[in-house]
């Protein structure tokens, strides 16, 4: 039976509420978990909801433009858009999403529009710390993509379309149809492109407070950055949900849903807490390195 | 201190030239009135939950503010964390004694955070000047310059001290009694004034938000 447009639209909405709430509490425990590797007691979990709820009672708010205003929303439907088009559970029909209208080309398309909308606001900000940030960050983005493209063009060799509904179709079954265990050269490019996408550590320093400070957000303040805040929760919600459905055989229940992308996004701990961070340029080098002749090879394997 | 009630001076922003003049306010501060009564209550709940400290060191006290970071003293679990922009912080921490010179970066940084915002002063230079109370460049009570909410005394205050000046400053926001932009926004002629008389070369503009 087809659903009505309208109760689809409530559908998503009730999706991108859970999405948000669980990525909020997926950067807190995050936080907490990396705190107790160093040796400390860490930030409450809830810690992300009450730093949106400062940004968002901030009593005034200053502004440099249309465009600057324009930046945190872009930058949010840019989280929006690429969760909306990616089914978060397969077979449901409340957390489907919008999956059917788009596919892995529009995806995407939405992971970079955010970051480009971002620049445009940030640079109107006029702080010079904001443009320098942007361009690093695209820049380093841009390196990052190639190994991540690399492995998506491979796992649409391999599968032969660019439906994420059919991709996770195509890996039902256990554990040995999942791209994990089909095309592991592919999963491998993809998840040090993660590392790159989930700016954590050793690749965080477009974000990082010590360096240029803070990167593109540093003339956002008070409900511009709740949104940004937000955003931030949405987009990695969104990404561990591509991933878990491209790579590691898509979720059947929300269950499996939290825990494959709970273990997804720590791989970031993992790795961040053993690693000092990269210099722009130092990242640069290393994915257009090793990551990205590992993707050359995974789409070489998939066309043979 | 007696000029309080001095009639309105224009800005000296009217002084800049037309290609500057959309980069800084040419308003002063004006005053926000506090939400209702129960919304207030969970705002600065919210706000005394999560402190986020302008990392500018303005004097040797910034010293102690390090050791918070670390895992022995570990301020995130209160809720605190540093950040390195004026916008998004909402506690200045003055890190003891103030020179002149650093006085006119404390004021602009501080103009430009976002309200509500709060001032935590440390070490006894920030109190009567301490141990700089008869020097030519130091100014000696911090609260003349910038609305203060909590004081830490001691010279150095150890990060003991500072986490529980940061637990009264906590106390002070959910008390509604952190009013200090509003209180800013009030005696703006006065507080104008006052930095005036110890800033000499005046070569920005009044009020930059």
Redesign the interface.
Known sequence: METGILTRIGYALVSLFVITNYGLLLIGSM?RIS?KV???????VW?PY??I??ST??????GHGIMFYLGPVFRLAGGVGTYMFIPAVYGSVLFRNFSDSGDLLLVMYFIFFGQLGMALGASEG?HPYSAIGVSRGLSQMTAFEVPFALSVIAVAIQYRTLDITAIVAAQQGGFWNWTVATNPLAVVAALIAFLGMSMHNPFSIVIA??EI??GP??????NL?GMLQTNRAIFNGAKLVLYMNLYFGGATDIVTMVVKTFLIYFINVFVGQAFPRFRVDQSIRFFLGVPTLIGIASVIIAAI | MSDKKGKPVPLANEGLPAGERG?FCDAPPRE?APAAKIVED??NW??S??LWIL?FGTGCGAIELRPLMT?RY?M??F?I?????P??S?VFVIGGYASVKTLKRIVRSYEQM???KFVVALGSCTINGGMYWDSYNTIKRIDQYIPVDVYIAGCMPRPEALLAGFQELKRIIRAGKAEG?NEYARNFEWYKANQKRVIKDWNMPDYN?
């Open positions: 936080a705190a160093q040796g400390r007691v860490g930030q409450p810690q009450i730093d709820v400062k009672a901030k009593r005034n708010s200053i006029g407070p010590q400070p803070i957000p540093t003339e956002y303040q008070s950055l | 980069l926000y969970f705002w919210a706000r939950q999560s990392g895992s570990d995130y679990r809720g964390q540093p950040r390195p922009t916008r998004q909402s976002m309200g509500p932009q938000w």
